[in-house]
């Protein structure tokens, strides 16, 4: 299938699914024909990824449309792979009608001219970025389209969806999203470490390194762009002898209080009592590109302010350096 809304024109965004989470080695050798098309590819496993075809309209010779087709000649002919693709203005247009393909695959391309208007009439849960609970609650209100989506106060939709995701929703469903594609290859996990200059039991030192640690990962999956579907705590002990564990978050997070919420229940699973403890690793698993994960309603607004601080303290910490800002606990630890 492939469907044509006007002239695409400068709608230069590619955003690609797979038909089902693939096997790693076939991933990959989609992503090596997204780059056969384009050297701007970032790689959202485990089955999508995004295009900026801006630079290679030209050198190919052809529209964002066509390039669209031949990619997916190419994925079936070469790997039984039938892609559905979405081609925008935005990564927010292009996703969202790469979802409105129907299977097994095709292209829909969607002009800059034509976006406001074919977004309007779809419903209010296929706009990329809104997930069921937020579609749930616009519905309530009686929003069902994107375009009533896009009529209503952006004020509304805050107090609606919460701060930061209202914003979001609001500024998407008009057209506004500046984000970019940015080349990436994302690592399946990351983690931080810590040793103890002397052997330390379960306590308020443990509790404010491990704290530590989650400050540290969380910046680093934000600094990256990405989330953690799951966390293991690895714990090593005087002796050479080691423990660890994996738990998965109830959604996909990089926010300090997620993840020392899930840190926190990992370590009481280890029962450590008078276990003496050399070194402590956090690993965030099962990464994924932030861009993909809905954000979720906040009715708590202690929370959306502990989300705004977090924001503010990451800017703090990229002017001044990481160790600028954090909890009073790992200061106390750091002295």
Do not use: N
């Not at 292209?107 to 990329?128: K, S």
């Not at 002898?241 to 209080?257: C, G, K, M, V």
């Amino acid at each position: 299938m492939t469907v044509d809304v006007r002239e695409p024109g400068a709608a230069t965004v590619m955003h690609v699914r797979c038909p089902e989470r693939l096997p790693e080695e076939v991933y990959r050798q989609v992503l090596e024909q997204l780059d056969l098309l384009s050297p701007v590819v970032q790689a959202l496993p485990p089955a999508a990824a995004l295009v900026e075809l801006k630079g290679s309209l030209r050198y190919h010779g052809v529209d964002a449309r066509r390039l669209g087709e031949v990619l997916r000649v190419r994925t079936i002919s070469r790997l039984g792979v039938d892609v559905r693709v979405g081609i925008g203005p935005s990564v927010t247009v292009a996703a969202t009608a790469s979802a409105q393909v129907g299977r097994p695959g095709g292209v829909l391309a969607v002009g800059p001219a034509e976006a406001a208007r074919w977004l309007g009439p779809l419903p209010v849960d296929a706009l990329h970025g809104i997930g069921p609970r937020q579609a749930e609650v616009l519905r309530d209100y009686g929003i069902h389209t994107v375009g009533l989506l896009a009529a209503a106060p952006p004020a509304t939709v805050q107090r609606l969806l919460g701060g930061r995701a209202g914003r979001l929703a609001a500024d998407r469903a008009r057209g506004i999203d500046p984000r970019a594609v940015v080349p990436r290859a994302l690592p399946v996990s990351a983690v931080v470490r810590c040793a103890f200059p002397r052997h330390a039991l379960e306590g308020a030192e443990v509790r404010a390194a491990l704290l530590g640690l989650v400050v540290r990962l969380g910046q680093v999956l934000r600094r990256r762009h990405q989330a953690a579907r799951a966390l293991t705590l690895e714990l090593r002990f005087a002796g050479g002898t080691s423990w660890d564990t994996t738990r998965r978050l109830p959604e996909p997070s990089a926010h300090d209080e997620d993840l020392r919420a899930l840190a926190y229940r990992l370590m009481d699973a280890a029962g450590l009592q008078r276990g003496r403890l050399v070194g402590i690793a956090l690993r965030g698993e099962d990464l994924v590109d932030a861009a993909r994960v809905a954000e979720q309603i906040s009715l708590d607004r202690a929370r959306e302010a502990r989300l705004v601080a977090e924001e503010a303290m990451d800017r703090i910490r990229a002017r001044f350096g990481p160790a600028a800002v954090g909890p009073a606990a790992t200061f106390r630890h750091a002295g």
